[in-house]
């Protein structure tokens, strides 16, 4: 198949067919060989190949010829045909013509009559290969601009798309933001609604149960509203606990404690649930383990109290045992190579008899709200409970899995991070005698409680003033601030969410004063959020207390910073446990060392949900039977009533 055509130009015809002839000895049938014997003739050949899309590679012309020569002839070619290759043939060309048919014409060759056949037949072979490697380069840089015309379209569409994306992205990210800010508003306003109520219901639940005339009946009627109470404000603690989780808001707070005393404690308030099922509980202790740590005590509290209940929820027959060991770690002095124990780990493990958990309920049993199907059957809890526990062993520094066999049971480990104790940070028990008044030979307290809520006021009158202290009451930060200025009150107790002033404007303007910078201001907060405390503590309040509070522990605050002392109930018998003595474990059989009236007084108190009456009877218990005096002290400290009832239940019986 032809590659294309060449043209030759020349007067006379001999010429031409010798041209003719050489080129297809040389060339073969590769190439056309067409013949012009005039410039006019060789354009119209070159027109009609055009027309016919014939490649043209090359054009051999004469220079002397009648009419058009050879250097006009080439210029027009290359105005015409640019990339034909033009090759002149000049017996007695000039200097000029030769120069206007190189420079005009972009001649690629001229070769002088009589030329010599070899020379020719090289010089049209390199002239047509060069003119195809052109012509290969010419489409490669076309390929090549078209890949990067379709490259910069391309980054023009992604830089768009990102763009775009980027775009998309910030927006949805301020919305994510939005949203919990929102989310965080809205937890912090339902913290503040939820548990303000609730500090009143439970607050005047304690007050009322003081009054020693109230009727069976009407102690039964207080000991439900007591329980609910208590049980809704474990759900909203639950909930705002995981909403705590979720802003990484939650904060590791160690503090020194009696890891004895509190598994112990455990241990007797779980020892009846377990029992009324008919299950055994057991905690094994590791005969090294520590009797003093420095962890955070309530976040291993309330892990074990998750899993251990859990296990017993969810048990039917047979047990649950606790083992408890520890795991040493060296961290290595470079200066002297000395090994020292700065930290080490507890280990823990809960296995129960009950059910099991399914395989494919176990990659999602610590994701939030997620309950198990015996979870769902029982219909029982909010689904929480698990994950707020392996965040809280995440948090203390060590980690938790599961083990279970359907019909055959389930295992949780885990294990914590924790310190030893030091020597000066240790503290024995203290005692637990319910405050009646105000020691005498004290000056006259000034107390201002402030809150826009008229229940939450009165409960604190309610609670402070027949101690002995002189107490008033604020509606908001307006009032309070002119109150502390014409009344000057030693301790402020402070709510924090009010209007006209809040709390946080109020203690600004009174620490701002030097005269008000001897003045306590104790905040009073439903917020559950570390946030918030952080808060509170910049606008320049010098402690806070969450409500809902116990008794106990505001008059301990406010003993701190007044330097206040209570008479007690009954200060004549110490109810403190010395570190050392071991708790026995709390069973029926131990009630039986008191007589059966002061067991059925304990069983109304504790009906009643009278703290102070049960731990006026606990104080009753013999010094030697210390053990079982304060175990039953924690019950109630705990808010384990329900121990206490069935206990003495089955004691009476």
Request: with cysteine; aromatic share 6%.
């Amino acid at each position: 198949m032809s590659k294309g055509t060449i043209i030759c130009v020349d007067d006379e015809r001999v010429v031409l067919i010798s041209l003719r002839d050489q080129l297809t000895h040389h060339l073969g049938n590769e190439y056309e060989i067409e013949l012009a014997e005039s410039g006019d003739e060789a354009l119209e050949i070159f027109a009609e190949l055009q027309e016919e899309e014939i490649e043209i590679p090359l054009i051999i012309s004469d220079q002397i010829m009648p009419g058009m020569k050879g250097d006009e002839l080439l210029s027009n070619i290359r105005i015409q045909y640019p990339k034909t290759l033009k090759i002149l043939l000049t017996g007695q060309a000039s200097a000029e013509a030769l120069g206007n048919a190189v420079n005009s014409a972009n001649l690629y060759r001229y070769i002088a009559k009589p030329w010599d056949e070899t020379d020719l037949c090289l010089t049209v072979t390199e002239a047509i290969r060069s003119y195809f490697q052109d012509k290969q380069l010419a489409e490669q840089y076309r390929a090549l601009q078209r890949a990067n015309d379709e490259l910069e379209e391309l980054n023009a569409s992604l830089e768009q798309k990102i763009a775009e994306r980027t775009l998309e992205f910030q927006q949805a990210k301020e919305a994510a933001e939005h949203a919990n800010r929102a989310k965080s508003e809205f937890l912090s306003k339902m913290s503040h609604e939820l548990r303000t109520p609730l500090n009143a219901i439970l607050g005047f639940t304690q007050v009322i149960t003081r009054d020693k005339a109230l009727n069976p009946v009407h102690q039964e009627h207080l000991a439900v509203i007591k329980r609910s109470g208590e049980h809704l404000l474990s759900l909203i603690n639950d909930v705002l606990e995981m909403s705590k989780i979720e802003a990484g808001r939650i904060t590791l707070n160690e503090n020194t404690f009696d890891l004895l005393r509190l598994l112990s404690s455990l241990e007797e308030m779980l020892q009846l649930k377990a029992k009324s099922k008919g299950l055994q509980l057991i905690f094994h202790y590791a005969p090294d383990l520590p009797q003093y740590v420095q962890s955070d005590e309530s976040k291993l509290r309330q892990v074990l109290i998750n899993l251990i209940g859990n296990a017993i929820k969810f048990t039917s027959s047979g047990g649950v045992a606790l083992r408890v060991g520890r795991r040493q770690k060296l961290e290595v002095k470079i200066q002297n190579r000395e090994s020292l124990p700065k930290s080490f780990f507890l280990y823990f493990e809960v296995e129960d008899t009950g059910p099991g958990i399914a395989a494919d309920d176990l990659d999602s049993l610590f994701d939030p709200f997620v309950q198990t199907k015996t979870g769902k059957i029982s219909q029982e809890g909010t689904g929480l409970g698990l994950p707020i526990s392996k965040q809280f062993v995440q948090l203390m520094g060590g980690t938790i899995t599961v083990s279970s066999t359907l019909g055959a049971g389930t295992t949780f480990k885990f294990d914590v991070k924790v310190r030893p104790a030091e020597a000066a940070s240790i503290q024995t028990g203290e005692s637990r005698q319910r405050a009646i008044a105000l020691a005498p030979n004290q000056p006259t307290y000034r107390l201002l409680a402030v809150d826009d809520r008229w229940e939450s006021r009165k409960l604190l009158v309610h609670l402070l003033s027949p101690l002995g202290f002189q107490v008033r009451e604020a509606e908001n930060g307006q009032e309070a601030v002119a109150l502390w200025e014409s009344w000057q009150p030693h301790l402020i107790l402070m709510d924090m969410q009010m209007p006209v002033m809040d709390g946080y404007e109020a203690t600004q303007q009174i620490k701002a004063h030097l005269k008000g910078q001897a003045t306590t201001i104790i905040a009073l907060t439903a917020s559950a959020f570390e946030a918030d405390r952080t808060m509170i503590l910049s606008a320049g309040c010098d402690d806070f207390l969450r409500k809902p509070f116990r008794e106990e522990v505001l008059l301990e605050k406010i003993a701190t910073y007044l330097g206040v002392r209570y008479l007690y109930e009954d200060s004549s018998q110490p109810t403190s446990q010395k570190p050392e003595e071991k708790v026995e474990v709390l069973t029926p059989e131990a009630l039986v060392v008191m007589p059966t009236q002061w067991q059925q007084a304990l069983y109304w108190a504790a009906k009643a949900c009278n703290d102070d009456e049960l731990l006026t009877l606990i104080e009753q218990i013999p010094a030697r039977h210390a053990a079982l005096k304060s175990a039953l002290a924690d019950l109630v400290n705990n808010f384990s009533l329900d121990v206490i009832i069935d206990l003495t239940q089955i004691s009476i019986s």
